[in-house]
């Protein structure tokens, strides 16, 4: 008989396991409480449930977390892990720090790989392997979290959907986890302190809308006219830009919620004045947005170099004084393997 991961089941049937086992209620509580408020990695760490009770546990349910295998730290503060699976898959997650305003973000992946081939990307090389349970990457940010406080002396304050992976092709996991995130159950956290970032994949984010979310939403556009972004990113070609434009509109007019622009800036590619005037007249769309320019880290293999900096401050400077909300993000963890799926790649 195939066990059932534990933590694959919700309150309900887990109550229904336990009567079954004819266990008291408050058991039930006790354990969901350490699969999710109390970080519970297996069965042995609940320590206040019986342990003949644990054994019965493990030979009813298999207990599926994530181990971490590599960390690397950079000299700017990065934290990059590299976690692994129970099946021997590997995934990463990043912690980027900003101490001064006492922030600290958690960087998630939502897949081992990515099915689309961005061109730029390390992880789009590996392909999908396959999509992560709301588990894995709901202890992505809850192990970041004790990085955080462990590290830097306080907790994370925003979470990103940006690791490896596209969120809106794992759709029923990854809101399952910002579900777990944000409720008591879980995290307790605010939803508005989470974005998810899509590639773009226009029936999904109208599907957003009409699930009237909370947290806010980052497009991936790395080029403002659908030519240079079919060149880099293929979902383009079914997802084209008006399409796209036309389903964050209606995203936003559903919630109301945060949207942004993430541009990597690819010296030569995407960082001309050009570029930046089709930046502009895209951002004057009905919905208000703000621009993330993004230094790039070279992926090997990949004939993209990171825009000059001078470059992408005149860049922002003239898509600024066009009044579009736009700030520059110089890349953090340079001298680790900063790039999205570099460091999982690696065997
Ligand atoms: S950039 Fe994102 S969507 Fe594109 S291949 Fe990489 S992980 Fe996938």
Redesign the pocket.
């Known amino acids: 008989m195939t066990k059932t991961d534990i933590r694959s089941q919700s309150f309900a049937e887990l109550q229904k396991s336990f009567a079954d086992m004819g266990q008291p209620a408050y058991r039930a509580k006790q354990v969901f409480d350490w699969m999710w408020k109390l970080g519970a990695k297996g069965f042995d760490d609940m320590t206040n449930v019986p342990a003949a009770l644990r054994h019965d546990l493990s030979e009813k349910f298999t207990f599926q977390s994530i181990s971490l295998d590599v960390k690397q730290n950079s000299s700017d503060g990065t934290i990059k892990c590299r976690y692994k699976l129970h099946d021997g898959n590997k995934i990463e997650t990043v912690m980027i720090p900003v101490p001064e305003d006492k922030r600290a973000t958690a960087c998630v992946s939502v897949q081992v790989g ?1 099915s ?3 061109s730029f ?1 390390a ?2 090389k590996m392909g999908r392997i396959r999509n992560l349970t709301a588990a894995e990457i709901y202890d992505q940010a809850f192990d970041t979290d004790k990085v955080s406080q462990e590290v830097l002396g306080y907790p994370l304050t925003n979470i990103v959907y940006m690791g ?3 969120p809106l092709l794992n759709y029923g996991p990854m809101m399952e986890s910002i579900q777990k995130i944000t409720s008591p159950e879980g995290m307790a956290w605010s939803p508005r302190r989470i974005t998810v970032s899509t ?1 773009g994949i226009a029936k999904m984010i109208r599907r957003l809308g009409d699930e009237k979310v909370k947290f806010n939403l980052a497009l ?1 556009l790395h080029a403002a006219d659908d030519k240079k972004r079919n060149e880099i ?1 293929p979902i383009n070609e079914t997802n084209s830009l008006r399409s796209l434009m036309e389903a964050l509109d209606y995203f936003y007019k559903q919630t109301g919620g945060r949207i942004s622009f993430e541009y990597i800036a690819l010296k030569g590619f995407n960082d001309t004045m050009e570029d930046a005037e089709r930046l502009v007249r895209l951002c004057r769309g009905q919905f208000p947005v703000k621009v993330n320019v993004i230094e790039y880290n070279p992926v090997p293999g990949v004939p993209f170099e990171r825009a000059d900096e001078k470059q992408v401050d005149k860049f922002a400077r003239y898509v600024r004084s066009k009044d579009v909300m736009i700030t520059v993000r110089r890349s953090r963890g340079k001298d680790i393997d900063a790039a ?2 570099q460091l999982a790649n690696q065997a």
């Open positions: 990515c689309l081939t961005c990307c992880t789009g490896m992976g596209e590639a991936s990113m999205c799926g």
